[in-house]
């Protein structure tokens, strides 16, 4: 017989349903279905990890926010930021319920032309627009958003002396009360280049300043930081009415409204601390209708909401791949989706529940992803049952900006699957293959053959 090989003894405590910091128990629920479907089913089909959407709650959750808005104030109009989720079918669904287009680079902007939203509902953001870009935005009448003096020498140098009436706004960047400030793009309200800036746009008849924008930062946990972007857009329009007559019509808010996930070393659940749609919505409403303009001069608002739209209606499915102890004892688990299809992992402490019904006994572990690189961490800390090879689990909130800013890195990326509002599921984003990455490559004719 074998003699079996030594493993040092230790004593670990396993928490039965004792007490968190609040004095509550932590429950933990299992997530075995999403929207009726069962995540096991999910897996089967398309693979492990996958990215989940439900159409439905996307569709809630604009619905609330134009709601919470449209209650409030008269002329509302939504634009989806496609760096959030740029995904054809995700933006879609926004478009289908009414939402403009909001882009920041000339590939986001060819995707919206591509998706059929016209020319003339789309915003054109963001710091590059080269004139080649500028000069399309032109042709399709879209809202030029300018965010920098030469971009408006560029825009002006397209359009001095032609008959053309080009409608643009300009970014301005503020001090909210919110630190750190906001003030690398566009053009600041306190030092007075954001008047500097529309004094020289007005000073072109062709450029046509129809709004003035401001994205005061992102996850921005104190609605009242709105009420005080609200104040001076509606200052700075007040004086360009005063001095050149001209009617600003539309006032837009960028996004910024937290989604309901918790930033990591925060003490608090982000459910019980950030505002509430309706909270923003009265602080930008409430002092735009207060400020005093006449009814029929009233601007429209105009918002980008990203996150807060799209966060809660993604999930990440992964299967547990080893279970290990560290060398301190403390449990690790391996998954197979890491960082990097899960980069807001970097912010984020995302709730992450078993896919299966499991026994009460709960340790605390790290959560690692599958790359052969240190950073790979999707959970420092987390307190979940004991997990086993092959037991799958569900990554709630995942919906902003990992279906954008992930990467290709040791591993392909995922299939994303969107469950509809009937319970059925559509793949609306293949898996990456090796072919996938071939097809961008090329091996000059020297090195094609190799023989060892
Ligand atoms: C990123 C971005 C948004 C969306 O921001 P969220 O924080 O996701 O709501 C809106 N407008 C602009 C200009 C942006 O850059």
Redesign the pocket.
């Known amino acids: 017989m074998n003699k079996l090989p030594y493993e040092r003894p230790f004593i670990q405590k396993l928490n039965l349903g004792v007490m968190n910091k609040f004095g509550s128990k932590t429950e933990l629920e299992p997530c075995t279905h999403i929207d009726g479907v069962p995540v096991k089913k999910l897996i089967e089909e398309y693979g492990s990890p996958c990215f989940v959407i439900s159409e439905q709650k996307i569709r809630n959750n604009y619905k609330n926010a134009v709601r919470a808005f449209k209650t409030r104030y008269p002329k509302i109009q939504f634009a989806w930021?496609y760096?959030?989720n740029y995904l054809d079918a995700v933006c879609n669904i926004f478009h289908q319920e009414g939402s403009w287009a909001?882009v920041?680079s000339i590939f986001e902007y060819q995707k919206a032309i591509h998706n059929g939203v016209p020319g003339d509902k789309i915003i054109f953001?963001?710091p590059d627009k080269s004139k080649e870009d500028l000069a399309i935005a032109i042709s399709n009448n879209s809202l030029i958003h300018i965010d920098h003096f030469d971009e408006l020498y560029d825009l002006v140098e397209l359009v001095q002396g032609r008959s053309l009436k080009v409608r643009v706004a300009i970014?301005v960047n503020m001090d909210t009360g919110v630190r750190p400030i906001w003030d690398r793009?566009g053009f600041n309200y306190e030092n007075g280049q954001a008047w500097n800036a529309v004094t020289k746009i007005m000073s072109h008849p062709e450029l046509d300043l129809v709004g003035l924008?401001a994205?005061i930062g992102?996850?921005m946990l104190v609605s009242s930081a709105y009420a005080v972007a609200a104040n001076k857009l509606c200052d700075l329009m007040q004086q360009v009415q005063n001095r050149w007559n001209q009617d600003i019509q539309y006032l837009d808010f960028?996004?910024?409204?937290a989604s309901t996930n918790t930033l990591k070393g925060a003490y608090l659940q982000a459910s019980d601390v950030i505002p509430s749609i309706d909270e923003y919505a009265e602080a930008i409403t409430a002092t735009v209708l207060n400020f005093g303009f006449k009814q029929d001069k009233l601007p429209t608002i105009f918002l980008?909401?990203?996150?807060?739209l799209i966060d809660d209606a993604a999930y990440l499915l992964g299967t547990v791949v080893a279970t290990k102890r560290l060398s301190d004892e403390r449990r690790a688990t391996v998954m197979d989706f890491g960082v990097n299809i899960l980069f807001t992992s970097f912010w984020y402490d995302h709730q992450i529940s078993p896919a299966q019904h499991f026994s009460r006994h709960s340790e605390n572990m790290t959560l690692y992803g599958p790359l052969c690189m240190n950073i790979d961490v999707v959970r420092e800390n987390v307190m979940l049952p004991l997990l086993n090879k092959g037991d799958q689990v569900v990554v709630h909130k995942v919906g902003?900006?990992n279906m954008t800013q992930w990467m290709q890195f040791i591993q392909m990326r995922p299939k994303v699957i969107l469950i509809d509002m009937n319970g059925r599921h559509h793949v609306i984003r293949e898996h990456e293959s090796l072919e996938t990455m071939l097809r961008y490559e090329h091996v000059p004719a020297h090195l094609k053959t190799i023989s060892l």
């Open positions: 930021s760096k959030t909001e920041v953001n963001g970014r793009f924008h994205h992102t996850y960028g996004g910024g409204f980008e909401t990203g996150r807060a902003a900006y």
